[in-house]
């Protein structure tokens, strides 16, 4: 069964950094997309950046978030720098093999969540 486990959460002050890493217990998202989608309560999930052969990202974090892989370690990679209180949420690592890059419901694997807080 294909694991997504993610990490690097927690509590940061505003203009601070944090860097979440996933790792899938698998090779065969090696061709395909990983990405990093976040919610916050009461709110959708929204998309936050992904990559394939290249890197996807939200608007309202370009210029700030960097997604990068590890194809070696499986695993992908999302530093978020310059860090806003609107960016509190639960960040979620996906997977898919035929993906649209923007839309949640068309990733094949999840991980659990990973909490970040800004304070502010």
């Known amino acids: 069964q294909v694991q997504l486990v993610e990490s690097g959460g927690g509590l940061v002050q505003a203009g601070g950094s944090l860097r979440l890493s996933c790792e899938a217990s698998?090779?065969?998202?090696?061709?395909?997309?990983m990405a990093w989608f976040r919610q916050a309560p009461g709110k959708a999930r929204e998309f936050v950046a992904a990559?394939?052969?290249?890197?996807y990202y939200a608007d309202s974090v370009k210029g700030r978030f960097t997604i990068s892989r590890d194809n070696a370690d499986n695993t992908v990679y999302l530093q978020m720098s310059s860090l806003t209180p609107e960016d509190t949420a639960v960040y979620y690592c996906?997977?898919?093999?035929?993906?649209?890059?923007?839309?949640?419901?068309?990733?094949?694997?999840w991980g659990q969540g990973t909490q970040v807080t800004v304070s502010s």
């Open positions: 996906a997977a898919g093999l035929r993906t649209v890059i923007y839309h949640a419901e068309t990733y094949d694997f």
């Open positions: 698998t090779r065969a998202f090696s061709n395909g997309v």
């Open positions: 990559i394939s052969l290249r890197a």
